[in-house]
Structures are given as structure tokens and as C-alpha cells.
């Protein structure tokens, strides 16, 4: 089992910047995938980025070059910055994981399915 809990979510103006951190405990073994996902009512959750066990890092095109993922091995906190919010970009972000070996010399691509997940925290931006 693995837990996740995300804090770091807020209300921000258009173009600001805002840090999320993911606290992860339980079996926090090799092969740990980590990753952010964000939903709005309505709509389809959507992965936003993933960090996997060994540093590979993938981004939705929705973020990418605005978003960055990092991880903190010693605290075990997963880190997500993202710079110059858009309105489009108002959610709630989840903090999700999964088991998942990238096969050796393989490029991490997509995220995969998360089975385990935080209770997600909201980040708002306004115009």
C-alpha cells in the first residue's frame, strides 16, 4: 500500500506560479511510479505528468515547458512547479502512483494507470 497526500494547491492570478508537493509513504520501493493528474467537474481526469523510479519524467502537452515534476528521494516528496498558470489550468490536482518498471534503455512516454491516489488538492486561476 502506498499513501499520498498532496498540499500545495491555492488560488493564483494568470501567469503566476504555484508548487505542489506529494508526501508518499507506505511501500516506497524501487519501481515506484509517481505522478499528478488533475480533473475538473464534468471532464475526464488527465494525467499531467509522472515521475518514474529512476528520474524519467514525461508531461502532458498541456503543460509541458511550463511544468516540472521532481522528486525528493530522501523525504520521499514529489515535487510539481508549474509556471505561468492559465485559467485552463483551474483543477483539482490529484497525486498519484503506481508500480511501473521502465524496461531497461526504454524512455518513459505516457503515464500509466495509477493504483493508488491522494485525496487531491485544488488549485484555482483566475484571470
Known amino acids: 500500500q502506498v499513501q499520498l497526500v498532496e498540499s500545495g494547491g491555492g488560488s493564483v492570478q494568470a501567469g503566476g506560479s504555484l508548487r505542489l508537493s506529494c508526501a508518499v509513504s507506505?511501500?516506497?520501493?524501487?519501481?515506484?511510479?509517481v505522478g499528478w493528474s488533475r480533473q475538473v467537474p464534468g471532464k475526464e481526469r488527465e494525467a499531467v505528468a509522472c515521475?518514474?523510479?529512476?528520474?524519467?519524467?514525461t508531461y502532458a502537452d498541456s503543460v509541458k515547458g511550463r511544468a516540472t515534476i521532481s522528486k525528493d528521494n530522501a523525504e520521499n516528496i514529489v515535487y510539481m512547479e508549474m509556471n505561468s498558470l492559465k485559467p485552463d489550468d483551474t483543477a483539482k490536482y490529484y497525486c498519484?502512483?503506481?508500480?511501473?518498471?521502465?524496461?531497461?534503455?526504454?524512455?518513459?512516454?505516457?503515464?500509466?494507470?495509477?493504483?493508488?491516489w491522494g485525496q487531491g488538492t485544488q488549485v484555482t486561476v483566475s484571470s
Open positions: 498519484e502512483a503506481t508500480y511501473y518498471a521502465v524496461p531497461i534503455g526504454a524512455t518513459l512516454i505516457h503515464c500509466p494507470e495509477y493504483n493508488y
Open positions: 507506505g511501500r516506497t520501493e524501487d519501481n515506484l511510479l
Open positions: 515521475i518514474d523510479s529512476k528520474g524519467g519524467v
